[in-house]
């Protein structure tokens, strides 16, 4: 006879926590309003161009009305940047 019961109980240990809603919110050629999220992150995967605000949470959020932009950088093609131009 087994001394101990059988371990089981692995149900406390898998707990699926909530989506954190990451991701591009408005993509290239949308128009965007001053304020818009243009994109939730974590980390710099997307870096602020011009008239782009990087947040402290790393969010790039829209400083004035226009159309947005994804653009690669010629020497670092791994670097993505968004900018809303007019």
Request: aromatic share 4%; glycine share 12%; no cysteine.
């Amino acid at each position: 006879m087994a001394h101990k019961k059988a371990a089981g109980g692995g149900i406390r240990q898998h707990k699926n926590p909530a989506g954190k809603r990451l991701g591009v919110k408005k993509t290239h050629g949308e128009m965007a309003q001053p304020g818009n999220i243009i994109v939730r992150q974590k980390g710099t995967r997307f870096h602020p161009g011009i008239d782009i605000l990087l947040a402290k949470d790393f969010t790039l959020v829209a400083k004035k009305e226009g159309k947005i932009s994804f653009r690669r950088m010629p020497k670092n093609p791994k670097r993505i940047i968004v900018d809303i131009v007019s």
